[in-house]
C-alpha cells in the first residue's frame, strides 16, 4: 500500500556504467518529481513532470534522462555514471503543481558509483 | 548559494529541553513546509505556512511564518527521543525548494 514507491533501494555500480531508477505512485497524483540528496543532506530538485509533461529541468547533466509512460510512473535513466553522482534520489508527488501543495515522498533509492 | 538558509545545522539536546530552528532567505515565498526526514526514509510533511506571521501548532510543535513571508522557525516544547531527525524546511514559489536541514538529536 505505500503511496511512493521507488526501486532499487540500494544500487551499487561501477563508473561509465548506465542504470535505472523506477518510481510509482498510487495517489492518483498529476505532478511527480525526482530529487537528489547530497551527503550532506541538501535535497535538490532535477525534475517535474505533469500529466507527463516535463516542467521543470534544473541545471542536471544530461546524462540524466526521466521519462514518464504515464502520470503513475516516472523512472530516471542515468548514462554513463560518475563518482559525483552518488548520492540518494527521492521520487515525489502531489496532487498538481500549485505552490504549497504536499509533496510525498518514496523512501529513496540510494546510489554508490565505485 | 543555496535560496534557504536552516540553523543550527545540528543540534543536540536532553530530552524535556525547548528548542527552536530556524529557517530563513531573502526570497519571498508564497508558501512553506516544514517535513522531518528519518534515516533510510523519505522527508514527511509536517506544516505548512501561507500567511504572513502565521502560527501554527502540532501537540508540541510550533511553527511561525515571518511577516515577510521569507523565514519561519520551529519550536518544539519538551523535546522527547522521538523527535530526532532531519528537520527541512521547503519554500514555495514556482517550485518547491529545500534548505539543507537541522539535524536534530534528543537523547534520553
Known amino acids: 500500500d505505500t503511496a511512493v514507491s521507488q526501486t532499487p533501494k540500494y544500487l551499487v555500480t561501477q563508473m561509465g556504467n548506465d542504470k535505472s531508477i523506477k518510481c510509482e505512485q498510487n495517489?492518483?497524483?498529476?505532478?511527480m518529481y525526482w530529487y537528489k540528496q547530497d551527503s550532506k543532506k541538501f535535497l535538490k530538485i532535477m525534475f517535474s513532470?505533469?500529466?507527463?509533461?516535463?516542467?521543470i529541468n534544473e541545471t542536471v547533466p544530461n546524462r540524466f534522462s526521466p521519462k514518464s509512460p504515464d502520470k503513475a510512473h516516472l523512472n530516471l535513466h542515468i548514462n554513463s555514471l560518475e563518482l559525483g553522482d552518488s548520492a540518494v534520489y527521492f521520487c515525489?508527488?502531489?496532487?498538481?503543481?500549485?505552490?504549497?501543495?504536499?509533496?510525498?515522498f518514496g523512501s529513496g533509492t540510494q546510489l554508490s558509483v565505485l | 548559494t543555496q535560496l534557504l538558509e536552516q540553523s543550527p545545522q545540528f543540534l543536540s539536546i536532553q530530552e524535556g529541553e525547548n528548542l527552536t530552528v530556524y529557517c530563513n532567505s531573502s526570497s519571498v515565498f508564497s508558501s512553506l513546509q516544514w517535513y522531518r526526514q528519518e534515516p533510510g526514509e523519505g522527508p514527511v510533511l509536517l506544516v505548512t505556512?501561507?500567511?504572513?506571521?502565521e502560527v501554527k501548532k502540532l501537540k508540541r510543535l510550533t511553527f511561525q511564518f515571518g511577516d515577510a513571508r521569507k523565514d519561519s522557525s520551529l519550536h518544539i516544547t519538551a523535546a522527547q527521543p522521538g523527535d530526532t531527525g532531519l528537520y527541512l524546511c521547503a519554500g514555495a514559489n514556482n517550485d518547491m525548494r529545500f534548505g539543507a536541514g537541522t539535524r536534530l538529536t534528543v537523547k534520553p
Open positions: 513532470y505533469n500529466n507527463k509533461e516535463l516542467i
Open positions: 495517489l492518483g497524483h498529476d505532478t
Open positions: 505556512v501561507v500567511t504572513g506571521g
Open positions: 515525489a508527488s502531489s496532487q498538481s503543481t500549485g505552490n504549497g501543495e504536499k509533496l510525498f
